[in-house]
């Protein structure tokens, strides 16, 4: 059996790991000039790394990434709305890793080139469209301006939220969705924070700001490759024409400023300071797209974010793809035909990464912050007349459940959230 990939994103490289694992070739169309890192930081949940450790990337995930031990959720003052244990110390088999997102896209990609070889991946090569005809899948492709097409037994897209092979199986989706908010992203070099392996969501409604490492110094231990973002609804930049799904558009200090500026008052960290050291940092108008009926097509799936973008909320996007890879291997594995392999991916994956995508849009588990805020937008004396924590648990560890990677024995809940965040 033979796979076609189009996408070398993370879905689409980890989805050639699986299926090279399950006996099937691979080759993978990538319409980008080289498989660049680029990006900033992102969080593997539990469930997909346990994943990325069955392909043997444990040991180099842990060398490069942050495992991250406890994640607290506050309002715009610093005040503690909840705050839980995380990956091993909340009761999993497997850590929960904090990373950036080219490292471990550097990473997959090697294995990758190790394991299938670098004939595998053809870059400068876009998939323009398909057809499927008896028990073969064709694709057509732009190759340095020039046309070819290859042939396997299936084609799987994972193309991203622009994803080719999704507009042509629904040819009159338009453009991505835009919610109006902006997502500001970056990383650098930052003094490490209490045990250096917390991650710190602050504000809701108006703003918010994330804050976590995502790498270290080997020479100085007490510094740590930070990532923070801003999100908020910028009237500013409704005013330009964006490009929607474009993660590297660069950011503009004018625009995301005036959403932390006097609005923040955190005792661990002044927002506008890293923003200002940061230096080049990038904007993301924060969009999605609508769950669809199906995914499969015969011979024809789709994977990743060209099945279900979603806000980045939760930090489930690079999870939930790498979820759907293992997902389409092991029905390709065990299943009589290839169709009936793709819709029982679809019958398993689709339903649920729908409610995902859904849910994100309410705010994910960080709308325990915004309950919180909409209720106490000057802060608070007791965080129980306000929202129970029973109510705030349902928020959080609801969502949990619903993304697939709440704890079988959960520990580290803590049930009294107090107090402020510290330095």
Same mark, same amino acid.
């Given at each position: 059996?033979?796979?076609?990939?189009?996408?070398?994103?993370?879905?689409?490289?980890?989805?050639?790991?699986?299926? *090279?694992?399950?006996?099937?070739?691979?080759?993978?169309?990538?319409?980008?000039?080289?498989?660049?890192? %680029?990006?900033?930081?992102?969080?593997?949940?539990?469930?997909?790394?346990?994943?990325? =450790?069955?392909? &043997?990337?444990?040991?180099?995930?842990?060398?490069?990434?942050?495992?991250?031990?406890?994640?607290?959720?506050?309002?715009?003052?610093?005040?503690?709305?909840?705050?839980?244990?995380?990956?091993?110390?909340?009761? *999993?088999?497997?850590?929960?890793?904090?990373?950036?997102?080219?490292?471990?896209?550097? @990473?997959?990609?090697?294995?990758?080139?190790?394991? %299938?070889?670098?004939?595998?991946?053809?870059?400068?090569?876009?998939?323009?469209?398909?057809?499927?005809?008896?028990?073969? =899948?064709?694709?057509?492709?732009?190759?340095?301006?020039? +046309?070819?097409?290859?042939?396997?037994?299936?084609?799987? &897209?994972?193309?991203?939220? *622009?994803?080719?092979?999704?507009?042509?199986?629904?040819?009159?989706?338009?453009?991505?969705?835009?919610?109006?908010?902006?997502?500001? !992203?970056?990383?650098?070099?930052?003094?490490?924070?209490?045990?250096?392996?917390?991650?710190?969501? =602050?504000? &809701?409604?108006?703003?918010?700001?994330?804050?976590?490492?995502?790498?270290?110094?080997?020479?100085?231990?007490?510094?740590?490759?930070?990532?923070?973002?801003?999100?908020?609804?910028?009237?500013?930049?409704?005013?330009?024409? @964006?490009?929607?799904?474009?993660?590297?558009?660069?950011?503009?200090?004018?625009?995301?400023?005036?959403?932390?500026?006097? !609005?923040?008052?955190?005792?661990?960290?002044?927002?506008?300071?890293?923003?200002?050291?940061?230096?080049? /940092?990038?904007?993301?108008?924060?969009?999605?797209?609508?769950?669809?009926?199906?995914?499969?097509?015969? !011979?024809?799936?789709?994977? &990743?974010?060209?099945? *279900?973008?979603?806000?980045?909320?939760?930090?489930?996007?690079? +999870?939930?793809?790498?979820?759907?890879?293992? +997902?389409?291997?092991?029905?390709?594995?065990?299943?009589? +035909?290839?169709?009936?392999?793709?819709?029982?991916?679809? =019958?398993?994956?689709?339903?649920?990464?729908?409610?995902?995508?859904?849910?994100?849009?309410?705010?994910?588990?960080?709308?325990?912050?915004?309950?919180?805020?909409? !209720?106490?937008?000057?802060?608070?004396?007791?965080?129980?007349?306000?929202?129970?924590?029973?109510?705030?648990?349902?928020?959080?560890?609801?969502?949990?459940?619903?993304?697939? /990677?709440?704890?079988?024995?959960?520990?580290?809940?803590?049930?009294?959230?107090?107090?402020?965040?510290?330095?």
């Amino acid at each position: 059996m033979k796979a076609l990939i189009a996408g070398a994103g993370i879905g689409g490289l980890t989805t050639a790991l699986f299926l *090279h694992r399950a006996g099937i070739e691979v080759e993978i169309f990538e319409r980008a000039e080289a498989v660049r890192e %680029l990006g900033v930081g992102i969080n593997m949940l539990p469930h997909a790394v346990g994943l990325l =450790a069955e392909l &043997g990337l444990m040991e180099a995930l842990d060398a490069a990434a942050i495992r991250t031990r406890e994640l607290i959720y506050a309002n715009r003052f610093g005040q503690i709305v909840w705050r839980e244990l995380r990956g091993i110390e909340a009761g *999993h088999a497997v850590p929960q890793f904090s990373i950036h997102r080219g490292t471990l896209l550097g @990473l997959i990609h090697r294995t990758v080139i190790d394991r %299938l070889g670098p004939g595998a991946i053809r870059t400068n090569c876009a998939v323009t469209g398909f057809e499927q005809e008896g028990r073969r =899948a064709t694709v057509y492709l732009s190759e340095a301006g020039k +046309s070819l097409q290859a042939s396997g037994d299936l084609l799987v &897209g994972a193309d991203g939220i *622009h994803s080719t092979v999704r507009a042509k199986l629904y040819p009159d989706e338009g453009p991505p969705i835009w919610n109006g908010v902006m997502l500001w !992203r970056g990383a650098t070099w930052w003094p490490k924070w209490q045990d250096g392996r917390t991650m710190a969501i =602050a504000g &809701g409604n108006h703003a918010k700001f994330v804050f976590y490492p995502i790498g270290k110094d080997p020479d100085n231990p007490g510094m740590r490759l930070t990532n923070w973002a801003v999100m908020a609804r910028s009237r500013q930049a409704t005013s330009r024409k @964006l490009t929607l799904g474009d993660w590297s558009r660069p950011g503009k200090l004018d625009e995301v400023l005036p959403f932390v500026r006097d !609005r923040f008052h955190l005792d661990y960290v002044d927002p506008s300071e890293i923003i200002r050291a940061t230096g080049a /940092f990038h904007e993301y108008p924060n969009c999605d797209r609508e769950p669809l009926p199906r995914w499969s097509f015969g !011979r024809v799936a789709l994977l &990743g974010d060209a099945a *279900h973008p979603m806000y980045p909320l939760g930090s489930n996007g690079a +999870s939930q793809a790498i979820l759907d890879a293992s +997902s389409l291997a092991e029905h390709l594995r065990t299943q009589g +035909s290839v169709e009936a392999a793709l819709a029982a991916y679809d =019958a398993e994956r689709r339903p649920n990464t729908a409610q995902i995508v859904h849910s994100n849009r309410k705010g994910g588990p960080e709308g325990v912050i915004d309950l919180v805020e909409s !209720r106490a937008p000057d802060g608070f004396d007791d965080i129980e007349t306000v929202a129970s924590y029973e109510e705030r648990q349902r928020v959080v560890r609801g969502y949990a459940s619903l993304a697939g /990677f709440a704890a079988d024995n959960p520990q580290g809940t803590v049930k009294q959230a107090k107090g402020r965040l510290r330095p």
